[in-house]
């Protein structure tokens, strides 16, 4: 059951790497062909909209950035952390891969750091408010868990909380239905 879960949560964060993001060029250049595929040239100052995992390669190259309307810095995941501290209830976030994007993300942070863009303390920071996010939506999740989703609270849940949500209802059925 463990490797299924595993395997499930792969799948969803291969799907959001395939995700298109807006990237923002800053440095010229030629762009390359590879497997039939194009990417770029690119000119500075100029908005691309490019899969998630092709434009990884141009932002830890410095000829592209995370575009300031996609970005999710420690400042953003510091808000998801607050929001979700002061709400009793999972909030419904407009984007259901929010949790995949603060963890494909945290790689831009440590790249700022490693380039001494950003201070160490941000990835701290940046890590710690994430932690706080998991632990929360996990505590409401397993509230949850204890009886069947009503269709609001399914629209409420990230992709991966579904899963997770429809692993714990079941494991917890079990036990109780043994007692």
Not at 72 to 77: E, K, L, Q, S, T
Not at 137 to 151: G, H, I, P, V
């Amino acid at each position: 059951m463990e490797e299924r879960l595993a395997n499930s949560l792969n799948r969803i964060n291969f799907i959001f790497r395939n995700e298109k993001i807006i990237a923002e060029c800053i440095k010229n250049s030629e762009g390359f062909s590879l497997l039939g595929e194009s990417f770029g040239p690119f000119e500075k100052g100029k908005k691309y909209k490019l899969k998630l995992f092709s434009a990884i390669q141009f932002i830890e190259k410095d000829i592209l950035k995370v575009a300031p309307t996609e970005k999710c810095d420690n400042i953003d995941v510091q808000r998801y952390a607050i929001s979700e501290r002061d709400d009793p209830k999972l909030i419904k976030r407009s984007n259901s891969y929010f949790l995949n994007k603060i963890r494909e993300f945290k790689t831009f942070m440590e790249n700022e750091i490693n380039k001494k863009n950003k201070p160490v303390i941000d990835l701290d920071r940046y890590n710690s408010y994430t932690s706080n996010i998991i632990d929360s939506r996990l505590l409401k999740l397993l509230k949850l868990s204890r009886a069947e989703l009503s269709l609001e609270d399914e629209r409420i849940l990230t992709n991966s909380e579904k899963l997770l949500y429809d692993y714990l209802y079941h494991l917890i059925k079990i036990w109780r239905d043994f007692f």
